[in-house]
């Protein structure tokens, strides 16, 4: 059994205790819906003064995207060094090793340089990741995701279609993901999970049936871990029923009620939705005192505020209406 797969040792509610009471000494910081909408009814230049109250680097100057990624990076960091070693931290920088493993499969594909497109919030280091997935040793690459990298490049040799391998390393994430936080020990934790996996299989299952797809393809896009079984969905699409009924006792039942509705046109209110069932899952962990929970939503508070941020001022520097990117915008933690 490799490192990777050994199980976590379980933390007590109580090794939590400083972390939980340093992040909700933090909490005042995050971007609430308040500074939103002020950053909305400003200038681009009051909208970056409100981010550095944040904690951000003025993303004038250093760039938007170095920006936002700095801060990732940083607050991963921090967190990590002070939260048990439990693994929570880890789970949040997974995402960004597949991140890193799909640009530097299809930079490959089309003899690109990935390097302006890597994040540093990663397990492994994207230098890293890139010599292993030349080389093909793994050194101190997660294997799984290695392996994943390699299926895509495989895929795409074949099919030239950057799809299929963006779809093989999504899949690969979500095992990984699913079976990491299972060893975590957390419920709160697997909890999030499988709504993140239902999240997903929802909006594949609305854009399948968009797309005039099949089961076979729907199938082929569906991920690991959810709570709705995979065959029920796609035949759900096969016999073109409504998806809904199958999320009646889910959070996602509104979200699924606007996916059936939602033939033709804008997906906008139906993405909030999806995206808003998961803010509210970890805003639950605000009635909690100390425990993993904290570090939990305090980093899904975290990529929130980095993805409002980003809509917010890029929107406002595209001349966007306010109204325009207020509409897009995602619930924040509060």
Request: proline share 3%; hydrophobic share 45%.
């Amino acid at each position: 059994m490799t490192e990777q797969k050994k199980k976590v040792k379980a933390c007590k509610d109580t090794d939590y205790l400083f972390i939980s009471a340093y992040l909700r000494a933090k909490e005042p910081q995050l971007l609430t819906a308040e500074k939103a909408g002020r950053m909305l009814g400003s200038s681009v230049q009051e909208a970056a003064r409100i981010l550095e109250s944040c904690g951000y680097a003025d993303v004038l100057a250093a760039g938007l995207d170095k920006a936002l990624n700095d801060r990732r990076a940083a607050v991963f960091s921090e967190v990590e060094a002070l939260a048990p070693k439990d693994g929570v931290v880890s789970l949040f920088r997974m995402r960004y090793d597949y991140h890193n493993a799909k640009t530097i499969v299809k930079a490959e594909a089309v003899g690109a340089d990935p390097a302006s497109l890597l994040s540093g919030a990663g397990r492994a280091d994207a230098q890293a990741l890139k010599t292993a997935y030349e080389t093909g040793e793994a050194g101190s690459v997660p294997q799984a995701v290695l392996t994943a990298m390699q299926a895509a490049r495989d895929a795409l040799s074949r099919s030239a279609d950057p799809q299929l391998a963006d779809l093989i390393l999504d899949r690969a994430y979500f095992a990984e993901y699913h079976e990491q936080a299972a060893q975590v020990g957390s419920t709160f934790l697997m909890g999030y999970a499988q709504l993140q996996a239902d999240s997903a299989n929802l909006r594949a299952a609305v854009r399948a049936r968009r797309m005039h797809k099949d089961a076979a393809f729907l199938k082929s896009v569906l991920v690991p871990g959810g709570s709705i079984p995979e065959e029920a969905v796609c035949q759900a699409l096969a016999q073109d029923e409504p998806f809904a009924p199958l999320f009646a006792n889910s959070a996602l039942f509104a979200a699924a009620q606007a996916g059936d509705e939602s033939q033709s046109g804008s997906l906008t209110a139906f993405e909030r939705l999806c995206d808003n069932t998961l803010t509210a899952y970890f805003a639950k962990a605000k009635s909690v005192v100390f425990g993993e929970q904290v570090v939990i939503a305090y980093l899904c508070a975290l990529e929130n505020e980095i993805a409002a941020a980003r809509m917010i001022v890029s929107g406002l520097q595209a001349g966007l209406p306010a109204d325009t990117i207020r509409a897009r915008l995602r619930d924040l933690y509060q």
